[in-house]
């Protein structure tokens, strides 16, 4: 079965670094697109940035431009999010998912994605 196991997290002071790793097995990793989203308690799971298959076009919401990269290694079928010049606002639990499209738009949108990882908690303390 698919299995995305994200990996990464913890506390750091803002301004601090993390990145986040997510292993992915059971799926043809190079044949998805991936993303990364953020939960905070009590609110809607939010898309942070995404990456396509073939391609590799990355894209990112307008909060984390500049600060965060998203980037792959399809032979070692993981996932990346490096986080530069955290905020306490960053602080969420955060997703990996995989998709089968390509497009911006179906990507920055959770209903795009079939399979989920469980989920790391990034913490960034003032």
């Known amino acids: 079965q698919v299995q995305l196991v994200e990996s990464g997290g913890g506390s750091v002071q803002a301004g601090g670094s993390l990145r986040l790793s997510c292993a992915a097995s059971g799926l043809t990793f190079s044949s998805y697109s991936m993303g990364w989203f953020r939960q905070v308690p009590g609110k809607e799971r939010m898309f942070v940035a995404a990456?396509?298959?073939?391609?590799?076009?990355?894209f990112y919401t307008d909060s984390v431009k500049g600060r965060f990269s998203i980037y792959r290694d399809d032979a070692k079928n993981t996932l990346f999010l490096q986080m530069n010049t955290l905020k306490p606002e960053d602080t969420a639990v955060y997703y990996c998912?995989?998709?089968?499209?390509?497009?911006?738009?179906?990507?920055?949108?959770?209903?795009?994605?079939?399979?989920w990882g469980q989920g790391t908690q990034v913490t960034v303390s003032s």
């Open positions: 990456i396509s298959r073939s391609s590799g076009s990355s």
């Open positions: 998912a995989a998709s089968i499209h390509t497009i911006s738009t179906r990507l920055a949108s959770a209903r795009g994605y079939g399979y």
